[in-house]
């Protein structure tokens, strides 16, 4: 049984664009892993993603905490995406593992070809385009086996990763696999409310400071965010490891991949120069234990969060920093550069 994924109100979403307010828009694949048309097998799916993408992240830190690496296949799209010169047109998504990287002036080696549908694509686009629908967007979970698409919604895909693990093939025992959306009502109501309100303010909310043109939509945007990073370091305030208490939840893998590109990346690209996470020493913290998790830091990778967002800037240029305190991701090996009050 999934979740009925927290989503972005559609009411007079064109008129809002119009207005310049940035509106996401509603995944429209939607089949249930485990039913009857998409049973839960080892080897069966895939996955297509972006690890620029936070989105992405989410679904591949759910792989990879669940021990399910060896059951999941997964490619992984280039982080730039096609320009105005491209022969198909420009922001799509693209398999271009040859291509050399402006940052590391070689090709970048987690990038991979289509290797799913046996149409060896090269676009996310034509992955869509198969199944006549005009959607663009990853992640994908894939049924190699019906050479479908089941599902594009991240919030869905990794509550179904979690609740089909053992079916699907974990390599990791019960006893040291996560549960992200535990059986227990209160704290999934918690995890449920953490959600919104993460969804609304910092995952999305992001994306509002960043892409909207218009400056009040902007100025909202940013005050929730700041407003609710505040919120989340005062409930990290009284000890606990994780948002919940003691357990790594769902929760907590939903903000991982927006804190992790906001020191680097959103301070800058998203306009979110308020402060850094550095300057909340509780949510700093807590980024630092979960990126400590087992294959966390293997999963998240930064050289793609740079190129990807500001190689998509007027110029694009990547800028070199942030070197202070210490460079990142190497900082988030650190948590006692967390900046106490008055610093």
């Known amino acids: 049984m999934t979740n009925k994924a927290v989503e972005e109100p559609q009411t007079n979403a064109e008129n809002r664009r119009q207005k310049g307010e940035f509106v996401r828009g509603v995944s429209g694949f939607r089949a249930t892993l485990g039913d009857a048309d998409h049973p839960a097998e080892t080897g069966r799916y895939h996955l297509f993603v972006a690890l620029n993408c936070p989105w992405c992240h989410r679904v591949t830190l759910a792989r990879t905490l669940l021990g399910l690496q060896g059951a999941i296949t997964m490619d992984v799209a280039y982080p730039t995406r096609t320009d105005g010169d491209d022969p198909e047109g420009p922001n799509l998504w693209q398999f271009a593992p040859e291509r050399i990287s402006p940052l590391t002036g070689a090709p970048l080696p987690e990038c991979t070809f289509e290797r799913a549908t046996g149409q060896n694509h090269r676009l996310i686009r034509d992955i869509y385009a198969a199944e006549g ?24 895909i990794i509550r179904m990763l979690d609740a089909q693990a053992e079916a699907l093939g974990s390599t990791l025992p019960e006893h040291q696999r996560p549960r992200l959306y535990p059986d227990d009502p209160a704290l999934q109501t918690a995890i449920d409310t953490l959600n919104a309100q993460i969804y609304a303010a910092i995952n999305n909310g992001a994306y509002k400071a960043g892409f909207s043109s ?18 989340l370091d005062q409930r990290l305030s009284d000890g606990r490891d994780f948002l919940t208490g003691a357990q790594f939840t769902e929760a907590d893998l939903r903000l991982f991949p927006t804190l992790y590109r906001h020191d680097p990346v959103y301070y800058l690209r998203m306009k979110l120069n308020g402060a850094k996470i550095l300057d909340y020493p509780h949510l700093w913290r807590w980024l630092c234990r979960v990126h400590a998790l087992q294959g966390v830091a293997e999963i998240s990778a930064l050289t793609h969060c740079r190129q990807g967002y500001f190689g998509r800037s007027w110029n694009r240029v990547i800028p070199r920093g942030p070197f202070q ?9 650190h948590p006692e550069l967390a900046r106490s009050a008055g610093q």
């Open 133 to 156: 629908a005009e959607e663009r967007s990853v992640p994908i979970l894939y049924d190699k086996k019906t050479q479908r698409i089941v599902n594009n919604e991240s919030a869905e």
């Open 214 to 231: 218009d400056q009040s939509t902007y100025d909202a945007a940013f005050d929730l965010y700041f407003q609710t990073l505040n919120e």
């Open 325 to 333: 305190p210490m460079p990142y991701p190497e900082a988030y090996n």
